[in-house]
């Protein structure tokens, strides 16, 4: 759900036809509003954080503004639909990414849908044909390549943050709060920043904060401490995926023979994956390697006056 809901983020960029320091500023700072209430409703509820408790939050920002920006380049040269699967990079850095650092090894199924995606992924992208869709093809691959490493430091940071499941909205905020600062501040050195809303650019803006940045991301937010991160990695193909049919629909972006058959391939990576992670899943909630004590997840949720760390 959260993937198909983040599917129209680069669709509503394009419709906006702002700048790409200026998306990126607006989608995070009309966010902010809902993000910070609903932050501040759960820390009345289970206590403040700590910044320590924090931290994950707000070095996910900075992640998130750098894969921001590089992204809307990259949609400005290669069109919505091949920036998005260039910027699901991630794919294939994410599970290797955690493995070397979270000590979570991948399961044989998730291994062998990772060379399949990557496969996917490059046929699709257009790479391996003459004449690609684009302004800048070349550029564009590169900005979104780049988008992907930092997309892989936004996820693992933003699914750290959120090992507590009770508070979603808090890291994300904390991320949407830094990467709107930084968005500025490299729009303002860039120069294509434009911090006077107009309309009807402000209109998708606003449905691309709503959507995106709110639902799809709490969504999201809440469900990365809940599965390996080789299994998130993969189950976010559904964006790359939804976003190419989009931007055919809208924009009249065709896809060649080769590009169809790199769908093809991701969905049978996705449906490899999700029957390896259903069947290790029974009983599971919450992946060892983001708790110290394994069997806290299945003990019942703290009263509300409580703080996040008591048991």
């Known amino acids: 759900m959260g993937a198909v809901t983040i599917a129209f983020s680069s669709i509503l960029v394009r419709l906006s036809h702002a700048s790409p320091s200026t998306a990126a500023i607006f989608r995070c700072l009309y966010a902010?509003?809902?993000?910070?209430?609903?932050?501040?409703i759960e820390d009345r509820r289970f206590g403040a954080r700590s910044w320590r408790e924090r931290g994950a939050g707000l070095l996910a920002g900075i992640f998130f503004a750098a894969d921001l920006l590089l992204w809307h380049h990259s949609i400005g040269d290669v069109g919505a639909g091949l920036a998005t699967v260039l910027a699901n990079i991630q794919v294939v850095l994410l599970p290797l990414v955690a493995w070397a650092?979270?000590?979570?090894?991948?399961?044989?199924?998730?291994?062998?849908?990772?060379?399949l995606s990557l496969v996917g992924v490059l046929l699709i992208s257009g790479v391996l044909e003459h004449g690609a869709f684009g302004r800048d093809p070349t550029r564009g691959a590169v900005f979104g390549v780049g988008a992907g490493v930092a997309y892989v430091g936004f996820l693992l940071l933003l699914r750290h943050g959120g090992a507590d499941l009770r508070r979603p909205a808090g890291p994300l905020c904390d991320a949407t709060g830094v990467a709107a600062v930084l968005c500025v501040a490299a729009g303002l050195v860039i120069g294509d920043a434009r911090l006077v809303p107009t309309w009807p650019g402000a209109a998708w803006l606003i449905a691309l904060a709503l959507s995106s940045q709110v639902v799809g991301w709490l969504i999201i937010g809440a469900t990365l401490p809940r599965l390996p991160a080789a299994m998130t990695s993969v189950l976010l193909t559904v964006q790359p995926i939804g976003t190419m049919a989009l931007a055919a629909l809208i924009f009249g972006e065709d896809p060649t023979g080769l590009q169809l058959a790199g769908v093809l391939l991701v969905l049978v990576a996705l449906l490899v994956a999700s029957v390896s992670r259903s069947r290790r899943a029974v009983g599971r909630t919450v992946p060892d390697s983001l708790s110290a004590e394994p069997s806290r997840a299945r003990r019942p949720l703290p009263a509300p006056a409580q703080s996040a760390q008591e048991p």
């Open 32 to 40: 902010l509003p809902i993000l910070g209430l609903l932050a501040w």
């Open 101 to 115: 650092l979270l000590s979570e090894r991948p399961g044989s199924r998730v291994l062998l849908a990772l060379p």
